[in-house]
Each structure stands twice: as C-alpha cells, then as structure tokens.
C-alpha cells in the first residue's frame, strides 16, 4: 500500500537553479525552476510555514488550470500520484503535488501537537497562496484522496472562495459512517465463517475477532492506530478479503518500489530515501489516529455549505471507508445542483481506482476538471 517518504531538502544541484525567493511575515517560498521552453514544467518548491516546511512539485501544462493534489494517510505522500494520476491531468493542467507536514519530502514533524487537522488547513491555505502567486492564478481545484478527501472538503469549508472545484476520490467525511461500516461487515463474514467451518480452532479466531470488533466499535477511538490497523489489514486477510484491493496483484509493495529504477527517478528519490518513509508514515499516522477528535470528524451536515462542483469518485468495493460513502457524501451535498456535481462508483476496485482502474480513473477527473476547473 502507500506509504510515506523523507527527503527534507532539494538536492545541491538543484539548489544551483533557484530563482525565485519571495518572503512576507507569513511564509518563505523557494522555487527550484529552470526556464522552461515550452509551457511544460516540472518545478521543486520548499514552502514555509509555521515550524515545518512542506514539500511541492509543480508538474504540467503551466498555462492550464491550477490543480492541487491531496494524497491519503494521513501520513501518506505524493510522488506515487505523479505515476498514478499524473500522465493524463498533466496534459491538460498544471498540477500541484502537495506533500503533507511531516509527509513524503517535507520536513519531519518534530513537534506533534502540530499535527493537527487545523494546522494542515492553515498549511494547505498557505501553500494556495503561494502557487496562486508564483503561477499568476485566480482559483485553483482541487483533487484529495481517502483521507484527503475530507481534508479537501476541511478546507472548501474554511475558504470557499479559492477554491474554483474539487474532486473528492474515496474520501470520508462521517468517521464514525467509516468506522462502523468496516466493524459491522467483518463481524459478518465472521459470523458466517463460525457458523459454516466445522474446525474448532476458526471458531475460536472467529469469536476472537468478533469481540475485538465489539470492543472497537464500543469505544470512542481513543489510542485508535493499533485497532484500525489490525481491523483494515490484519483482520480481512484472516476473513479472506482485501479492504482496499479487488485485485491484490496490483498492490505496489515496498520492494516493489525500491526494484523499479523508473518510478524513483520519477519520483525523485533514492532508494536510500524512499527506505526512510515508513518511520514517517508511522508517526504521523500514530498522532492523528491516537487522538480522538480526529477519529470522530463528521462534517456531513456541513456539506450542504459546500458552493464549489464537486466529483465524488469511489471503488465500489471499497471497505475502508465504507461502500456507500461516497452516496452519502453526494446527498449530502444539497447546495449543488445535479449540473454542479457528479457521482460515479467504478465497478471491479476497491480503496485504490488510482492502481486498480487509472484509466477510468483519468478519464472522469479529466472530463470533470475541462468543465470545472475555471
């Protein structure tokens, strides 16, 4: 699955190409640039912003649309998108890959409490800014996957003014939807697993697995990162599904990334680097997890506020947020007509259409984006 990286600063030859530094009392922008010759780019900027300072690269058509990429996690990064979700969106549009503080190639997050879904708005906000400056745009859209699907719908909700559309990929926005969604389908498959096996032993697994699902669902998601984990990757590998894959060979392992010389390059990491990202992935996924503010967000009722168009994409097997999440959120969504937003459910995938369907996948941001990204 995905995972995070580290690679706090440009590297010294690219440091040799800067060309633009612009300061205020708010932040300090570093864009690594090289005069493009066409209206292709593919720029490395350092963004400052309060005790950290966030990764972005800047990829595409430089007179299209600005759009900004909101990877999962929290914890998660962006170069993986650039392979994924890149090559068609890039022809068309000048896309942002934003990594999160502590995330990817920004700078580690010495400071936890700051690891908050306030400062990740304030952040986000920031960094807006700036592209919309450097790059002489009014508006910019928005794409956010899994986690940052609600993260996108968090700031739309802040600042409705920037933001010209978005498109939510297997987002949430009612954690506890999320949350019971998954408990209740594993404690069914293993009911219907103690009640068919005629071997002791799955009866007990099973009657284990259902009261540790019984004892999950009745907390308040407190010290919540071990449970979720076991629940999304322990637990449905011993009820014999995948929560976010249909098809597991399509899985992009660790090695499988280290192994493949073209996705670093693409990336921009060694393997020396990318060796480096679990330990981030880890900690930030452990202090937004392990505070139960985060694990009981639910801002359904507040999507009726929502004015941008908006897509809600999702795999239709998709058990980490829940299968019918994206139709809640589309309903949810009263203040757009049905000319201003768009729901589809891709048939055959699960949590990832990104790995499992990027064609189908492409095709409905691209559609979407040439409508609404103005």
């Not at 697993?193 to 799955?202: E, N, P």
């Not at 019918?324 to 990832?352: F, M, N, S, W």
Request: one cysteine or more; aromatic letters at 8%; glycine letters at 6%.
């Amino acid at each position: 699955m995905r995972k995070s990286q580290n690679s706090p600063s440009l590297s010294t030859a690219a440091r040799l190409l800067l060309l633009s530094c612009l300061t205020t009392s708010a932040f300090t922008l570093f864009s690594c640039r090289s005069a493009p010759q066409t209206s292709s780019t593919d720029d490395e900027i350092m963004v400052t912003v309060p005790g950290s300072e966030l990764y972005v690269r800047v990829r595409g058509d430089a007179e299209g649309p600005l759009l900004v990429n909101l990877h999962g996690g929290p914890g998660g990064y962006s170069g993986i998108d650039i392979k994924l979700m890149g090559p068609a969106l890039e022809e068309k549009f000048l896309v942002a890959y934003l990594d999160q503080r502590g995330c990817g190639k920004s700078l580690t997050c010495e400071d936890t409490t700051m690891l908050t879904v306030e400062q990740y708005v304030q952040d986000l906000d920031i960094v807006i800014d700036i592209l919309m400056h450097l790059y002489n745009k009014k508006a910019v859209s928005l794409t956010g996957t899994s986690w940052g699907g609600m993260f996108g719908f968090l700031y739309l909700l802040e600042h409705p003014d920037k933001i010209a559309s978005y498109a939510c990929i297997d987002g949430k926005v009612n954690s506890h939807y999320q949350n019971h969604s998954l408990i209740d389908y594993e404690m069914r498959r293993a009911l219907e697993i103690a009640d068919t096996t005629t071997s002791a032993s799955k009866r007990d697994e099973m009657a284990f697995i259902i009261s540790e699902l019984k004892r999950i669902k009745n907390s308040n998601f407190e010290n919540f990162h071990t449970d979720v984990n076991w629940m999304k990757h322990e637990v449905p590998a011993m009820l014999g599904f995948n929560a976010y894959f249909v098809d597991t060979s399509k899985v992009i392992s660790f090695s499988d990334v280290i192994e493949d010389t073209a996705l670093l390059g693409i990336m921009r990491y060694t393997p020396e680097e990318y060796a480096q990202i679990g330990d981030k992935a880890e900690m930030v996924n452990a202090s937004f997890r392990n505070t139960p503010s985060y694990n009981n967000i639910n801002i359904e009722a507040e999507l009726k506020n929502i004015q941008a168009p908006t897509l809600v994409v999702q795999g239709e097997k998709d058990h980490v947020v829940g299968v019918g999440h994206a139709r809640l959120i589309y309903d949810a969504l009263t203040g757009l007509d049905e000319q201003q937003k768009a729901l589809h459910i891709i048939p055959g995938v699960a949590h990832c259409p990104a790995i499992e369907s990027p064609d189908r996948l492409s095709e409905i941001l691209v559609s979407f984006f040439e409508k609404h990204a103005i």
